[in-house]
Structure formats: structure tokens, C-alpha cells
């Protein structure tokens, strides 16, 4: 069974009942006072009431789940098809996001909701898992802008996390808990223009299944 991370005390002083807690690293305290022909178990009862009533709004909400994640199913299939999930975001953005998938972890960076309008195109694993490439467009696309070499940069039976920022017009894309980034593009320099809103989408690449938690609401 699952603690609790808020620990109530109560201290008994005269006429009153103090009770304090601690939640999350937070204090909160709520004073009851007693009434003539109260007992411990009545004042006890009058105290945690006004706590629930004083404190709990305070305490901060869980984190998780799908209040917090966006999750995504991309299927493996060719000619791959992005899934634009997500409300377009204002420049510049970061979003984090962690995935499972055998090869091929596929992102795009598009002005509108649609295949033909991705101005860049970020492979996380391609080539047997080998490499992450960008390509400054779709699918006709065959120039490679950027590329970085790792094995096993993604994996089919773990979550990878990773993330992607967007500033000025340069891409940058890194490992969840390093803030370096393994593999960056200035795409507004390579377009001439940086849109002001960008809509942000998956898929797999090739014979691969991918699942996806972005660290977004879905739209």
C-alpha cells in the first residue's frame, strides 16, 4: 500500500487543539478551539476538519498519468503518416517525451497539422538503430542536414527519454537528464523564415511499432 506524503501531528494545549502538517515539504497549521464539554476524540475530530478545509486546497496536485501525458500508438507502416496530437506551440518551445521503439523513432516539425508543411524531420534510431538524422522535409526529402552516430539510441522494450527544443529558428534534440544536445539544425536558416507556431508529430519509420509519452495534454 502507497504512503501518504502528508504527515499530520496534533499538540493538545489549553482550550485549544493545534494541528500541523507537512506535506510534500509544505507546513500547514490550523488552530481549533475547545468547547465547553468537548472531549480528545470531539476536538480531534473539529481539528482535522479544519485542516481539510484550510490545507488540503494547498497541497499540490499528483503529477502523471494521463493528466500530464499525451500518450501516442504509432504503427508501423510505409509510407509513414505523422500523428499531430498535440495544440501547436508558440516559438520558442521545449517538450520532453520518452519512447519505445525497435528503430525509427520519427518527429516532425511541420507549420500546420499536415505532412507536406514539416520543415524538419528528426529520425531517432535509424539505420538499424545506429544513427539520429534530420532531413528538412518530408518524405521527398533525401538530404540529410545533420546527423549523429550512437548504437542503441532507442529501444523495444524500454522507454527512452528524450527532448526537443526550438529557439530562433534551431532545432535541438537530447537525452532525458543531459542538457547537451546530441544532435542540432538551424533549420530557419536553411528555410529563410522561422514560423511563429509549430505543430509537433510522430511516427514510426519502416517495420517498427512505436509508444510514445508526450509530456503535453493531447489536444
Known amino acids: 500500500m502507497q504512503r501518504s506524503a502528508c504527515l499530520p501531528a496534533a499538540l493538545l494545549l489549553p482550550g485549544l487543539l493545534y494541528s500541523l502538517t507537512v506535506c510534500r515539504g509544505e507546513m500547514c497549521g490550523t488552530t481549533t478551539r475547545a468547547s465547553a464539554g468537548d472531549d480528545l476524540a470531539e476536538l480531534r475530530s473539529k481539528a482535522f476538519a479544519a485542516f481539510r478545509a484550510h490545507c488540503r486546497p494547498k497541497t499540490k496536485p499528483k503529477t502523471g498519468g494521463d493528466l500530464q501525458f499525451c500518450s501516442v500508438f504509432t504503427e508501423a507502416k510505409l509510407p509513414r503518416t505523422f500523428k499531430f496530437l498535440l495544440e501547436p506551440f508558440s516559438t520558442p518551445f521545449r517538450l520532453d517525451f520518452d519512447v519505445k521503439i525497435k528503430q525509427g523513432a520519427s518527429i516532425a516539425l511541420a507549420e500546420h497539422n499536415t505532412d507536406e508543411s514539416v520543415f524538419a524531420e528528426i529520425n531517432i534510431g535509424g539505420r538499424v538503430n545506429t544513427k539520429a538524422n534530420v532531413r528538412p522535409c518530408y518524405l521527398i526529402c533525401l538530404d540529410i542536414v545533420a546527423t549523429h552516430e550512437e548504437q542503441g539510441l532507442v529501444n523495444a ?63
Open 157 to 219: 522494450s524500454e522507454y527512452r527519454p528524450f527532448w526537443i527544443d526550438y529557439k530562433g529558428g534551431v532545432v535541438r534534440i537530447g537525452k532525458g537528464g543531459q542538457e547537451a544536445a546530441f544532435v542540432e539544425w538551424d533549420a530557419g536558416a536553411y528555410h529563410q523564415r522561422v514560423p511563429t507556431r509549430v505543430h509537433f508529430g510522430v511516427s514510426s519509420w519502416g517495420n517498427a511499432e512505436g509508444y510514445w509519452k508526450l509530456h503535453q495534454k493531447c489536444a
